[in-house]
């Protein structure tokens, strides 16, 4: 479909190889044109690239794919290789990361028997009591095991991930230099190596998470056959849809990321001529050069807001299913409970629930599996690197090349690109909104519609903000349906189908009208972004090195990337998160004040604990061990200490299994005021069910306050460059 959309000339453009670099010279002179570089300085660049082309060969030689089974041992003797150790902290890993599956999927099934409790028994009697505490004791016994388990869990494995990274570096510190003599290649191998690396301590980490999901999937799929085959396979019917739509989707978005992947390949070689070049005035406002490179980078933006769009599109459409399934389910239970096949309400809630935690865990399969299949795949690459050695000619052509090339382009420009202080009087206002929004509607200042797509967006993100709070309501409307004596129930039931059914329809347009207008203000904040970042370092005093363009245009890419994510999907994520946050807390008072309450104190303590655990720790360490460059740097320095994962431990462990404390707690509750007659048990459960919303929401903020932290350092990086400029030149800043 995508290349029926294309023209010509940009289906082309996508599987064509790398350009050849154009210098031009431009002698700050108007009646003067550019003029082009000297041939024999291309011709140099050519066969740079070209006997880069037959080294780097060599090494994609030793990283053929082998069979799966090969990969796995060569995986698995990498990682184990300090012996039995290893082998045991692996094993133990797994042991903890199956329990703690099971532990979660068996906490369904005493929820639902309290649902089962609260539908049946008559409020206010000695029975009521008696057996909703007994549910919540085993509730709470499971919960405590659960909290220990991901615990060892997550230190298991996180410390068998860090021996794995320390044993590596120990083995592989010097393989570059073995390997070739030449500098540039060196850093090559070592960049790719260190990818690698990442990619088996990724994997080997997973090998829990994997292990965790599977034993979720199997346990719930016992669990829903159980307890009701019928409605078991009813609900399981939506599995492969699901999966189907999920495969359709990864195979859209790597056919939209390659082609993104081409469209930034061009923009890069054109950033780089600007880059190579000192003749690019600040005070011109319409250079040919940066009207060129703002077309290249506007041509991919249309890919890029299909992308949006239809991720936004997946989500909702995995939400209108997971509504209608639940929906559904609900009936078919109804009917079976009706016909007295099935004598317990608490069963259709357990197989419902059962299901949707099955479908929602079968999503993250994919993705940790597909993080173990990168580490395995990145095995075979280690395993064989030290083996290789390329040949010395060409290392020896290879420095006289870049050596020439150097030379001449120093020529060209003598001023290497300088870095912006953050002692900068105008970094004195990155903290202000206002600088952060003035900056912003400079760079859309010419697109007046953008401004209205982006208020658009945000308005849609709260509508899809409703999505948690409307399933928790229409659900307080499918308990109350089953409440005993169920009169009507199976026309209410009907009409609880209706609304899950329309809910999700109107979450899915939302969703994804939200995703196409936040998509088109981001990529556009992005083109203008990069306009002006490269219209900033490529002033005739700022000129660049050979060597320093691609780390300038790796940084400039980074930084607009991490800028407009600012916009989508963060800001967009946070709206719609505060709003069905907000919403939750206010149904649960609504309903139990009492219920409400203490679940509000438990989600503030949960936040204020994450909160300190993120302000304790230094994020992610293993990027740390990346920065470690230096040659005279021991080894043995890079361990991290064991006890710095604690911390971390407790917040995944807290992630994990909050819901179910706070379930545990507002249950407990629930079975006291319930019993004495303060409120009637549909009360009591829509407000449990509203403040469990609510945590679910509010236990993200804190991964989601670093990532904004992040977009918006890099937006107040490039706003400060905006208004570093000359005053004559800050009102030519490029429109996105």
């Not at 890069?268 to 490179?293: Q, V």
């Not at 679910?696 to 400060?720: V, Y």
Request: aromatic letters at 10%; one cysteine or more.
């Amino acid at each position: 479909i995508l290349f029926f959309i294309m023209s010509p000339n940009e289906a082309a453009s996508t599987s064509e190889g790398p350009h050849s670099l154009t210098l031009t010279i431009n002698n700050h002179s108007d009646e003067e044109k550019s003029k082009t570089c000297d041939k024999h300085i291309e011709s140099q660049f050519l066969q740079t690239d070209s006997t880069v082309d037959r080294a780097e060969e060599k090494l994609t030689r030793n990283y053929r794919h082998r069979g799966f089974c090969t990969n796995l041992r060569l995986f698995l003797h990498l990682v184990c290789e300090d012996g039995s150790r290893m082998v045991m902290l692996l094993l133990f890993s797994i042991i903890c990361a199956l329990l703690s599956g099971c532990c979660l999927s068996s906490t369904i099934v005493f929820t639902g028997r309290i649902k089962h409790v609260l539908l049946t028994h008559a409020p206010k009697t000695e029975g009521f009591r008696m057996r909703t505490f007994e549910q919540v004791y085993i509730l709470a016994s499971l919960t405590a095991f659960a909290i220990v388990a991901n615990f060892c869990t997550y230190m298991t494995s996180n410390f068998f991930g860090n021996k794995v990274v320390l044993n590596l570096r120990k083995k592989y510190v010097s393989c570059a230099e073995k390997i070739c003599s030449n500098e540039h290649l060196q850093n090559d191998i070592n960049n790719e190596l260190n990818e690698k690396i990442q990619h088996i301590h990724s994997g080997s980490e997973n090998i829990a998470a994997l292990s965790r999901s599977m034993a979720i999937v199997i346990a719930s799929s016992f669990i829903s056959f159980y307890h009701e085959f019928r409605l078991t396979l009813v609900m399981l019917a939506v599995i492969p849809i699901c999966i189907g739509i999920h495969f359709l989707s990864l195979k859209l978005n790597q056919l939209l990321d390659g082609i993104l992947r081409g469209k930034a390949a061009r923009a890069a070689h054109m950033e780089k001529e600007l880059l190579l070049l000192s003749g690019i005035d600040e005070r011109s406002y319409g250079d040919e050069r940066l009207l060129r490179l703002s077309d290249v980078l506007h041509g991919a933006t249309r890919y890029g807001i299909m992308k949006e769009g239809w991720n936004g599109c997946y989500s909702g459409i995995m939400c209108f299913l997971v509504f209608t399934a639940v929906g559904c389910g609900m009936l078919y239970g109804g009917y079976l409970l009706e016909k007295n096949i099935v004598v317990r309400q608490g069963d259709i809630f357990i197989v419902v629930l059962s299901i949707a935690l099955l479908a929602n865990t079968t999503g993250a399969i994919t993705s940790q599996w597909r993080s173990f299949m990168n580490g395995v795949n990145a095995a075979n690459y280690i395993k064989k690197l030290e083996k290789l050695e390329l040949d010395k000619a060409n290392s020896k052509s290879l420095q006289k090349i870049f050596t020439r090339n150097e030379i001449a382009v120093t020529d060209l420009s003598k001023m290497n690109v300088s870095k912006l202080s953050i002692d900068h009087p105008s970094c004195k206002s990155n903290r202000k909104i206002a600088f952060f929004t003035n900056g912003t509607n400079k760079v859309l200042k010419n697109n007046h519609h953008d401004r209205l797509y982006m208020a658009f967006g945000f308005m849609l993100a709260a509508v899809h903000g409703l999505e948690l709070p409307a399933y928790n309501v229409i659900m307080g409307g499918v308990f109350l349906a089953m409440l005993e004596p169920r009169t009507d129930m199976m026309h209410k039931l009907f009409y609880t189908m209706l609304i899950f059914t329309f809910t999700g329809f109107a979450i899915l347009i939302a969703r994804t009208i939200s995703g196409v207008l936040s998509g088109i203000v981001s990529e556009h904040i992005s083109v203008g972004l990069r306009v002006n970042l490269v219209r900033h370092h490529a002033r005739p005093q700022m000129a660049c090195k050979k060597f320093d363009v691609e780390d300038v245009v790796k940084d400039d890419a980074s930084k607009a990337t991490n800028a407009k994510s600012f916009f989508h999907p963060h800001a967009t994520r946070l709206v719609s998160d505060a709003v069905s946050i907000l919403l939750n807390i206010i149904i649960g008072f609504i309903f139990s004040w009492e219920v409400a309450l203490i679940g509000t104190i438990f989600i503030l303590i949960c936040f204020i604990i994450q909160l300190k655990i993120a302000n304790s720790t230094d994020g992610n360490k293993y990027a740390k061990l990346n920065q470690k460059k230096g040659k005279d740097e021991k080894v043995e320095g890079w361990e991290i200490p064991f006890t710095t994962n604690i911390p971390l431990a407790i917040n995944y462990s807290l992630m994990q299994t909050s819901g179910f404390i706070i379930q545990t707690i507002c249950y407990a509750l629930t079975a006291y005021i319930v019993s004495n007659g303060y409120k009637y048990p549909n009360e009591a459960f829509m407000s449990v069910i509203a403040m469990n919303g609510a945590l679910q929401r509010i236990i993200l903020f804190p991964a989601l306050f670093k990532q904004i932290s992040k977009s918006c350092s890099s937006a107040h990086h490039i706003f400060t460059l905006i208004h570093s400029m000359p005053s004559s030149s800050k009102t030519a800043v490029y429109p996105a």
